[in-house]
């Protein structure tokens, strides 16, 4: 079955949206549960882990390789979780983060800026002033964090298969939209679709796994057999065993290369965070 990604602004509907079409369909709906996951195997606070997906990259690189090892445990965290399929995630970054599957449905949720300002002073008891300029503060981070970490505004529509305004639409049309959309062939799960799942997430559970001594490798995965892209010139075999020795004894990993990358190659290597199958 296909797997709905929903990207929301604040105040949008997106999350209400998203909760409604999953009890339609009978799927789980998750957000914050990624974080959670990803805070308990990795053992790293879960106000850490809201940062890499709020704060703008300058922010994160106060910790050492930050960008690179949080998203890597918050990307291993919600591709374990795509493997279940029937998953609504209207979590940040979904967008980003499946976009190599074909069996996932990638939705923009955006409401008129007036809706949500009168709905952010209703929640937080707050003046149209100061609900307009949180709201524009937030939805301005969210655009910067993904230019400067995967160079495409999260506002571009050439990300989603379907943008819904929730304006003149309700939720509920929203919702019976998407419920059709679900049901089309171009968006059903195939065998290699699967497969691509599967070794998407074994590479960013093994990616995760090396985060905190070589935050910026890639890593390949093809039916358990592992290839791994290190950039370091200066390590040695050392370096290279022990990074086998942790691999091979993570679940469904039969092979295990390692490949030291040429200075060139190293430069032009592409964003760890895309395609890291």
């Given at each position: ?211 905190m001594i070589a935050p910026k490798i890639q ?40 490949s030291l990358l040429s200075p060139k190659e190293q430069h032009d290597h592409i ?7």
């Amino acid at each position: 079955m296909p797997i709905v990604t929903i990207n929301r602004g604040s105040y949008s509907r997106g999350k209400a949206v998203a909760e409604q079409l999953a009890r339609k369909l009978n799927y789980e709906c998750i957000s914050r549960d990624v974080l959670l996951d990803a805070s308990d195997e990795f053992n790293i606070p879960e106000i850490k882990l809201i940062r890499a997906l709020h704060d703008a990259p300058s922010v994160l690189e106060r910790f050492t390789n930050g960008r690179e090892r949080y998203i890597s445990y918050l990307y291993s965290s919600l591709l374990q979780m795509a493997r279940k399929d029937n998953v609504v995630y209207h979590g940040l970054a979904g967008q980003y983060f499946l976009c190599d599957i074909s069996h996932v449905l990638k939705v923009r949720i955006i409401a008129d800026i007036e809706d949500r300002v009168a709905e952010e002073m209703k929640r937080e008891n707050i003046s149209a002033e100061k609900a307009l300029y949180i709201l524009k503060k937030d939805d301005e981070e969210r655009r910067k964090w993904g230019l400067q970490v995967y160079g495409t505004d999260t506002w571009d529509s050439r990300l989603y298969d379907v943008v819904l305004n929730i304006h003149k639409l309700t939720v509920d049309d929203a919702v019976e939209i998407l419920y059709q959309m679900v049901q089309k062939p171009a968006f059903q799960a195939t065998a290699e679709s699967r497969k691509k799942v599967e070794d998407l997430a074994l590479s960013a559970r093994i990616k995760a796994k090396l985060a905190m001594i070589a935050p910026k490798i890639q890593v390949a995965s093809d039916d358990g057999k592992v290839l791994i892209h290190h950039f370091d010139a200066k390590a040695g075999n050392e370096a290279f065993e022990k990074i086998k020795g942790i691999v091979s004894t993570i679940e469904g990993v039969k092979e295990v290369n390692v490949s030291l990358l040429s200075p060139k190659e190293q430069h032009d290597h592409i964003n760890p965070f895309h395609n890291i199958g």
